[in-house]
T-cell receptor, first 114, second 113 residues
Framework: GESVGLHLPTLSVQEGDNSIINCAYSNSASDYFIWYKQESGKGPQFIIDIRSNMDKRQGQRVTVLLNKTVKHLSLQIAATQPGDSAVYFCAENRGSSNDYKLSFGAGTTVTVRA | ETGVTQTPRHLVMGMTNKKSLKCEQHLGHNAMYWYKQSAKKPLELMFVYSLEERVENNSVPSRFSPECPNSSHLFLHLHTLQPEDSALYLC????????????FGPGTRLTVT
């Protein structure tokens, strides 16, 4: 079964507010996590990644938090803009040298209200 | 632009047709991937190539046949598909085959009639 999942399939956010998208995983051996954004008609776009030896990583307007104790990953988007409307996926790599797989969650659809 | 291109962007084919999807990456990566994306489902990994060698075949039916002639090009040959094969087919590449930081193309929207 799926080892990566998102808490909510949809999220509606007021423009200018901060967004938090959550993801849970079950494999404690996972050592790499990544967030993608997919806009309508496009392929997934890399946003930010984090390795298991870190608990926080920041990018431009985005922050990823990793809580290994509860196997939880979140993506925070600051000052959400209309262009942030998309489906957001988390994915994990299980840390095996023979495992090429990123396991993806089903995605959270973020809608930004003007 | 992610540096990964796919053609065609849209394809409609009958169940008896043979067609091919093409992917090209301009990133100098050594690994390439095919994924299937169906509505309301997570991305499903189909095939992985590392340095032109297939390293993963994720229980994909034989009506899908991949080909990787070099590290920049990846094809997915399709024949006698079923309507349930209709989906978005995504190509991705990464620096190596450990699966980290994959960059995706825009996908081919396939409809099987």
């Amino acid at each position: 079964g799926e080892s990566v999942g998102l808490h909510l399939p949809t999220l509606s956010v007021q423009e200018g507010d901060n967004s938090i998208i959550n993801c849970a995983y079950s494999n404690s051996a996972s050592d790499y996590f990544i967030w993608y954004k997919q806009e309508s008609g496009k392929g997934p776009q890399f946003i930010i990644d984090i390795r298991s030896n870190m608990d926080k990583r920041q990018g431009q307007r985005v922050t990823v938090l990793l809580n290994k104790t509860v196997k939880h990953l979140s993506l925070q988007i600051a000052a959400t803009q209309p262009g942030d409307s998309a489906v957001y996926f988390c994915a994990e790599n299980r840390g095996s040298s023979n495992d090429y797989k990123l396991s993806f969650g089903a995605g959270t659809t973020v809608t930004v209200r003007a | 632009e992610t540096g990964v291109t796919q053609t065609p962007r849209h394809l409609v084919m009958g169940m008896t047709n043979k067609k091919s999807l093409k992917c090209e990456q301009h990133l100098g990566h050594n690994a390439m991937y095919w994924y299937k994306q169906s509505a309301k489902k997570p991305l499903e990994l189909m095939f992985v190539y590392s340095l032109e060698e297939r390293v993963e075949n994720n229980s994909v039916p034989s009506r899908f046949s991949p080909e990787c002639p070099n590290s920049s090009h990846l094809f997915l040959h399709l024949h006698t598909l079923q309507p349930e094969d209709s989906a978005l087919y995504l190509c991705a590449s990464s620096q190596d085959s450990r699966g980290y930081e994959q960059y995706f193309g825009p996908g081919t929207r396939l409809t099987v009639t």
